[in-house]
């Protein structure tokens, strides 16, 4: 049986699994990256909060989840999720670039 390889957005440009199947919590993300470009920000952080239901750590869902409530004010959530994100990954420019605009933005710089 022949399977076809799936692109996920990441960190990285694009994540090609060749060989092994995306987490659940990948596919989600996928998904809301997805609606996101559907115009779609609710339902977005619907699937991203999903998506870390299905793993809490996955950094991928953690960026993109403080991203979206960025823009909706929520900013105490986003700060734990970009603390999290952070210890996830701290030597992921995404990560640093995201967690550095959102504190000086907020005046914390």
Known sequence: QH??????????????????FPTLSQVLVAEGLRRVKLNLPE??????????DADPNDADAL??????LSAKGRDGEVLQLVESALRQRPWCPRVLSFAASFFRSRGHF
């Open 63 to 68: 960026l993109n989840l403080a991203i979206l």
């Open 3 to 20: 399977h076809q390889h799936i692109p996920i957005e990441s960190e990285e440009e694009e994540t090609l699994f060749s060989g092994d």
């Open 43 to 52: 339902s977005s952080i619907e699937i991203m909060e999903r998506a870390l």
